[in-house]
């Protein structure tokens, strides 16, 4: 199925009229509902209990992603990189597998 230019503009201005349409209604209707807040609440709730494991899974899976962007944006606010790279250069050298500095 191939599509023309005009036909893509207009189905994506469609859908960001529609998704503007659906904000205003929640910050004009839902929002203020007692049954839509307490609904709201309950999925939220839900989505907490039945995904903590996930969460605790993503924290020590990226614990050591999350130690090395701390050094580098320690060293980073003081301008002083090429300190890190004298000091810790087995740390710079994984900022530079994770793409975090590029040489």
């Known amino acids: 199925m191939e599509l023309s230019n005009e036909k893509i503009v207009t189905m994506m201005e469609t859908h960001k009229e529609r998704l503007e ?18 609904k709201n ?25 999350k130690r090395l962007n701390n ?6 606010r003081q301008d002083r990189l090429q300190d890190l790279k004298k000091k810790h250069p087995k740390i710079y050298d994984k900022l530079i597998e994770i793409g975090k500095i590029q040489e």
Do not use: G, W
Request: hydrophobic share 20%; no cysteine; glycine share 0%.
């Open 21 to 38: 349409k659906k904000k205003e209604l929640y910050h004009t209707v839902h929002k203020y509902d007692a049954e839509f807040v307490r």
């Open 41 to 65: 609440r309950e999925r939220a709730k839900r989505h907490f209990d039945n995904n903590k494991e996930k969460k605790r899974q993503y924290y020590y899976d990226n614990i050591e992603r």
């Open 71 to 76: 050094f580098y944006y320690s060293y980073k």
